[in-house]
């Protein structure tokens, strides 16, 4: 099952721009560090570097496919993937931009790659906030990296080898909630946001997660419509898509996402921008 994962997917194939791949370090170290001088994180690199991209740059934010990525990319500075580019040349993007050009660059090294949504409880105290990182296959199991990291900064364990305890999936994060006590309410986009947390918020994490499963890499505020908490019905299903999406070499995942109409994955969903507003965008 992991060499499903070694194919580029839709949303992470290069296309055009494959080229720019060619080269490029193998190592997860080398790799980070391309994606961080490529992506400028829309609200939280500010406090690490200064900048604060202008308002009419945040459409940017939902540039959706690799391809897309790199010529937007390219139109700022034509220099190669391994020099910074300056943090005005950056695409605005946020942690699933990072992680989806990691993902690509691994998958056109002929590596299992696949991107994990889900929660960190490394960038704020005792918070389980949303982030998205990277799985790559080592031969005898999955390696996870979080590739938007700065590896010269001590983050209190190796984040190109996460222990488990640093990230949960979607998945574990609702069975987290469902059967082990965890609050919700903590679980979002930071104590400081009362809104985007919760109940919905983790089922939507675990939706994401497992359209990513099926190499489908959704934006992090696409919402999909069907399934919803507090329904007994959706519950049980949302419990078993939990379960699976933790063994999702299993295939069984990718199966009932394919077979069963309740599972399926949808062809068209509500992007909700941060900064322009919702639409209904399809989806590969």
Not at 50 to 58: F, H, T, V
Not at 184 to 190: A, H, K, N, Q, Y
Request: hydrophobic share 40%.
């Amino acid at each position: 099952m992991p060499d499903f994962y070694i194919a580029q997917s839709p949303t992470s194939d290069p296309g055009r721009y494959a080229y720019l791949f060619d080269g490029l370090p193998a190592d997860l170290a080398g790799i980070a560090r391309i994606t961080q001088g490529l992506v400028y994180h829309y609200f939280a690199d500010r406090h690490f570097y200064g900048w604060a991209p202008p308002q009419e740059r945040l459409p940017e934010i939902n540039t959706r496919m690799m391809e897309r990525i790199l010529a937007t990319l390219l139109a700022k500075d034509d220099h190669p993937l391994t020099e910074p580019h300056a943090y005005q040349n950056r695409l605005v993007g946020c942690c699933r931009d990072f992680s989806l050009l990691a993902c690509a660059i691994l998958r056109h090294q002929g590596r299992a790659a696949r991107v994990r949504h889900g929660f960190a409880n490394y960038l704020a105290l005792d918070w389980w906030f949303d982030h998205v990182v990277v799985e790559v296959w080592e031969g005898a199991r999955w390696r996870r990296f979080d590739p938007e990291l700065p590896v010269e900064r001590e983050w209190g364990f190796d984040t190109l080898d996460m222990p488990a305890e640093s990230f949960v999936t979607g998945g574990r994060a609702w069975q987290m909630c469902r059967n082990e006590g965890a609050d919700p309410d903590r679980f979002g986009l930071g104590p400081d946001e009362q809104n985007v947390r919760g109940w919905w918020f983790v089922r939507e994490r675990l939706q994401l997660d497992v359209a990513a499963l099926n190499k489908i890499e959704l934006l992090c505020w696409d919402g999909m419509e069907g399934l919803r908490e507090g329904r007994p019905a959706d519950e049980a299903i949302l419990d078993a898509m939990a379960a699976l999406s933790l063994d999702p070499d299993s295939g069984e995942l990718q199966a009932r996402c394919q077979s069963d109409d309740r599972w399926r994955l949808p062809s068209s969903v509500t992007c909700f921008h941060p900064a322009v507003g919702s639409s209904v965008v399809a989806v590969a």
